[in-house]
């Protein structure tokens, strides 16, 4: 039997030639069998992105990245003035829309959460300068997508957070964070 290269997916066994190649879903010549011409038939449609039984093509996803609070559990007091985020990543990863939740309890708890964006040692803003995670932040915003550098699995994205004023006494500001962002899988 001659050598010959296919692109795409053959489904059964092929005794024969084949002359041409399967491209995707389209038929690029033609099996030969015993002297007789068989069509390969398209690839059926619940093969969706599949380049073979089980082999999905490249392709990417918007998906979760939780940050986690490396301190206090993400609550801001008297005592616990700054908390830094963490996500660690397991697969490639570019974060594009960052959201913040915030519960503040007592009259003091006033302070706007400040902080910077890190995606390993890279900063992700224009200036050095701290920013009001809340504005950019709210889940009501629109229009705040970002474009953080993507990176490769392993790499931490870190958000190290102050507040603009401390409460005092009792009073607490809790935040969680999260991104938003494209996954390659």
Do not use: C
């Not at 024969?16 to 399967?22: A, L, N, P």
């Not at 995606?119 to 629109?142: R, S």
């Not at 005092?168 to 809790?174: E, Q």
Request: no cysteine; charged share 15%.
């Amino acid at each position: 039997m001659a050598h010959f290269d296919v692109v795409g997916s053959v489904m059964g066994d092929v005794d024969g030639d084949v002359e041409g190649s399967v491209m995707g879903d389209e038929v690029v010549g033609v099996v030969t069998r015993g002297g007789h011409m068989m069509r390969l038939p398209k690839k059926p449609g619940w093969r969706g992105g599949e380049l073979a039984p089980g082999v999905q093509a490249p392709g990417e996803g918007m998906v979760m990245l939780p940050m986690t609070a490396q301190q206090n559990g993400g609550t801001f007091s008297a005592t616990v003035t700054s908390i830094t985020w963490q996500g660690q990543l397991q697969k490639p990863y570019r974060a594009e829309r960052f959201l913040v939740s915030v519960v503040r309890t007592g009259t003091t708890a006033t302070g706007r959460l400040l902080g910077q964006i890190f995606v390993g040692t890279d900063l992700q803003g224009a200036e050095i300068a701290g920013f009001d995670l809340e504005l950019i932040g709210t889940p009501t915003a629109f229009g705040t997508r970002l474009t953080l550098i993507q990176a490769p699995p392993g790499v931490l994205i870190r958000i190290p957070v102050v507040l603009s004023n401390n409460p005092t006494g009792a009073d607490t500001i809790f935040a969680s964070q999260l991104f938003l962002g494209r996954i390659i899988h």
